[in-house]
Nanobody, 122 residues
Framework: VQLQASGGGLVQAGGSLRLSCVAS????????MGWFRQAPGKEREFVAA????????YYTESVKGRFTISRDNTKNTVYLQMNSLKPEDTAVYYC????????????????WGQGTQVTVSS
C-alpha cells in the first residue's frame, strides 16, 4: 500500500484546511485509514480514522466538532477537513492504513504516507 498525503499549509487561527490522502496498491487488506500528527518534540498522536467499509469514524477528543474525516471509495482517497484551527494543531500530519479493530492504536498501522506540514499562526 502506498499513501500520498497533501493539503497542508500555513493558515491563521480560526481558518480551515483540507488534507487528502490517496491510497494505491494492495488496499483491500487495510480497512482503516487514519490521520496522525506529530508536533515538534512530541510523540505522534492519533487524530481521526475511518473505515473504507461502513460509516464508522473515530476522533481524538481535542478535534471533535472541528475536524471531519471522510472518504471517497471511487478515488481511494480519504480527507481530513480541519476547521476552527488552533495554534496547537500545528504539526506534521500523516495518513496511515491498517486492518484493525481499534483504529486509535498507532502500532496497528502498517503503512504510512509522508507527512504534510500544517502550521497555524496565532
Amino acid at each position: 500500500v502506498q499513501l500520498q498525503a497533501s493539503g497542508g499549509g500555513l493558515v491563521q487561527a480560526g481558518g480551515s484546511l483540507r488534507l487528502s490522502c490517496v491510497a494505491s496498491g494492495r488496499t483491500f487488506n487495510s480497512d482503516v485509514m487514519g490521520w496522525f500528527r506529530q508536533a515538534p518534540g512530541k510523540e505522534r498522536e492519533f487524530v481521526a480514522a475511518i473505515r473504507w467499509s461502513g460509516y464508522s469514524t473515530y476522533y481524538t477528543e481535542s478535534v471533535k466538532g472541528r475536524f471531519t474525516i471522510s472518504r471517497d471509495n471511487t478515488k481511494n482517497t480519504v480527507y481530513l477537513q480541519m476547521n476552527s484551527l488552533k495554534p496547537e494543531d500545528t504539526a506534521v500530519y500523516y495518513c496511515a492504513a491498517a486492518d484493525t479493530s481499534d483504529p486509535r492504536r498507532i502500532y496497528e498501522y502498517n503503512y504510512w504516507g509522508q507527512g504534510t506540514q500544517v502550521t497555524v499562526s496565532s
